[in-house]
C-alpha cells in the first residue's frame, strides 16, 4: 500500500510543471523582444556594432539607430522617395526601394506589438511587486 500515487499531489505536480513552462516561455518571449529591438550599441538594420559618431546624422534626427553605411543608405532612401539620389548607385533600383520600405514597415510592426496592451501585460508580470500600501 505504500506505493499508492495520490492523484492529487500528481496533479499538483503536473499543473506546477505547465506554470513553469509557461513562465519559461514569457521570459523567452520577452527577452527575444528586448534584447532585439532595445540593444543602442547596435544597428537596427544589419545588427552591427554602433559606435558614437561625431557630427552624426549630418545634423538630422533619423527615426533609427544605424552604422555608417545602413545610414548611407537610408539617407539615400529618402532622397530616392523624393526623386533624387545617387544615380552612380544603379543597384538602388525598385527591388532596393521595396527592401527599405518593407523593413520600415517592419520596424513598425514591431513597435506597434511592443506597445500592445498584450505585450503590455506580459512585461508587468516581470515587474517586481512594488511595496504594499
Same mark, same amino acid.
Given at each position: 500500500m505504500a506505493d499508492i500515487i495520490s492523484l492529487d499531489d500528481k496533479l499538483e505536480s503536473s499543473r506546477e510543471?505547465? &506554470?513553469?513552462?509557461?513562465?519559461?516561455?514569457?521570459a523567452l518571449a520577452v527577452r527575444r523582444a528586448?534584447?532585439?529591438? *532595445?540593444? &543602442?550599441h547596435k544597428?537596427?538594420?544589419?545588427? &552591427?556594432?554602433?559606435e558614437?559618431?561625431?557630427?552624426?546624422?549630418? *545634423?538630422?534626427?533619423? =527615426?533609427?539607430?544605424?552604422?555608417?553605411?545602413?545610414?548611407?543608405?537610408?539617407? !539615400?532612401y529618402l532622397e530616392r522617395l523624393q526623386g533624387r539620389g !545617387? =544615380?552612380?548607385?544603379?543597384w538602388h533600383n525598385e527591388a532596393w526601394l521595396d527592401t527599405w520600405r518593407k523593413w520600415i514597415d517592419y520596424q513598425g510592426s514591431l513597435d506597434r506589438y511592443l506597445k500592445s496592451r498584450e505585450?503590455?501585460?506580459?512585461?508587468?508580470?516581470?515587474? =517586481? =511587486?512594488?511595496?504594499?500600501v
Open positions: 510543471k505547465k &506554470a513553469g513552462l509557461q513562465r519559461r516561455q514569457k528586448m534584447q532585439c529591438t *532595445g540593444c &543602442a544597428c537596427e538594420k544589419c545588427g &552591427a556594432q554602433v558614437p559618431r561625431a557630427g552624426a546624422s549630418l *545634423g538630422r534626427r533619423l =527615426p533609427y539607430r544605424f552604422c555608417e553605411a545602413c545610414e548611407e543608405e537610408y539617407t !539615400d !545617387d =544615380p552612380d548607385c544603379y505585450f503590455v501585460r506580459l512585461l508587468r508580470e516581470f515587474e =517586481p =511587486p512594488g511595496p504594499e
